[in-house]
C-alpha cells in the first residue's frame, strides 16, 4: 500500500467514525434515568467510583459478573459526573472505536477499501450495535475486547509480529474479565491459534492462550472477594477453596442463562 493508498484509507476511516460518532451521539444523555439492566451495572459503577466499603451495598456490586466492565463504567462517572452522560460515555466511546475494529478485520480479511466501509456502516448503523453502544450494560465491553482480539490475532497471522499476538491474548482476558460471556469468543481464537500455525508452535502457544484468557479474568474475579470494592486490589491473588466455588457457580449461572436463551429464541 503507498503513500495514496494509506491516505485515502485515513481519510474514509475518518469520515466513517465522524458520521457513526454523530448518529450514536444524539441525545446520548436521554433518558436521563437507567434503561434495562442499566439500573444493576450503574449501582455498581456507582460504588466502585465512590469506593463504597460499606458490606451492606455489597449486594449491588453484582457477583456473577466478573469487575472490569463496572470499573470501566465507573471512571465515566468521575470524570463527567453521576448522571445519564456519565453512566454512557464509556460505552459510547468503545461502541465507536468498535466501528474502526470491524474496518480493520475487514480489511484484513482480503475486503477492499469499499468492502471494509460498507462492513463498517452496516455495524455501525445496526440497531443493536447502536442501541448497547449507548447503553451503561456490560455488552459493548465483551464486544469491543473481543474484535480488539480478532484484529490482533488477524494482524498476528499476517504480519507475525509479537506484539499482535500479546494485544490479542490480552485482549481476550479483558474480554472475560468484563462478562463471563467473553468466554466463548476466546475459545474459538484459541483454536484459531492452534489450527493456524505449524504443530510444533502450537504447544508453545497454549501455555500463553491459558495465562492470558483464563487467569486473567480468574485474577480480576478474584478481585471482589472477599473484601468488596474499597478493598479489593490486585494484590489479593491467592485464590481460596470458597471463592474458586463462587466463580464456577458464577459461571455456571451465565452458561445456564445462556442456554435458557437460546431454547427461549
Not at 434495562?36 to 451495572?41: A, Q, S, V
Not at 465515566?76 to 461502541?95: A, E, H, V
Not at 460471556?181 to 497454549?206: D, E
Request: net charge positive; glycine share 8%; aromatic share 16%.
Amino acid at each position: 500500500m503507498d503513500q495514496k493508498q494509506k491516505k485515502q484509507r485515513l481519510i474514509v476511516l475518518l469520515i466513517l467514525i465522524l458520521i457513526i460518532s454523530v448518529w450514536r451521539g444524539i441525545a446520548l444523555d436521554q433518558p436521563d434515568t437507567p434503561v434495562f439492566d442499566e439500573f444493576h451495572y450503574i449501582a455498581a459503577a456507582q460504588l466502585y467510583a465512590v469506593g463504597e466499603e460499606d458490606a451492606n451495598n455489597w449486594e449491588h456490586i453484582n457477583w456473577e459478573h466478573p469487575p472490569l466492565a463496572k470499573l470501566l463504567l465507573s471512571v465515566g462517572i468521575t470524570i463527567f459526573g453521576d448522571n445519564s452522560l456519565g453512566w454512557r460515555i464509556i460505552p459510547y466511546i468503545l461502541g465507536i472505536l468498535s466501528t474502526v475494529l470491524v474496518f480493520l478485520i475487514a480489511e484484513a480479511l482480503g475486503f477492499s477499501l469499499i468492502g471494509a466501509s460498507i462492513a463498517t456502516l452496516i455495524f455501525g448503523f445496526d440497531f443493536l450495535s447502536f442501541s448497547l453502544g449507548r447503553l451503561a450494560m456490560l455488552d459493548v465491553f465483551v464486544t469491543f475486547f473481543s474484535l480488539l482480539a480478532w484484529a490482533s490475532a488477524l494482524f498476528y497471522h499476517r504480519y507475525r509480529h509479537r506484539k499482535y499476538f500479546f494485544f490479542s491474548i490480552l485482549a481476550c482476558g479483558f474480554a472475560v474479565a468484563s462478562k463471563w460471556s467473553g468466554l466463548f469468543p476466546v475459545l474459538l481464537i484459541g483454536v484459531y491459534y492452534l489450527a493456524v500455525p505449524p504443530f510444533f508452535q502450537r504447544l508453545g502457544k497454549l501455555r500463553y492462550l491459558a495465562s492470558g484468557g483464563l487467569v486473567l479474568p480468574m485474577c480480576m474475579f478474584r478481585t471482589q472477594f472477599p473484601g468488596g470494592p474499597g478493598r479489593a486490589c490486585l494484590s489479593q491473588f491467592g485464590f481460596s477453596i470458597e471463592s474458586i466455588g463462587q466463580v464456577l457457580l458464577k459461571l455456571n449461572w451465565q452458561l445456564a442463562t445462556l442456554s435458557f436463551g437460546c431454547l427461549a429464541s
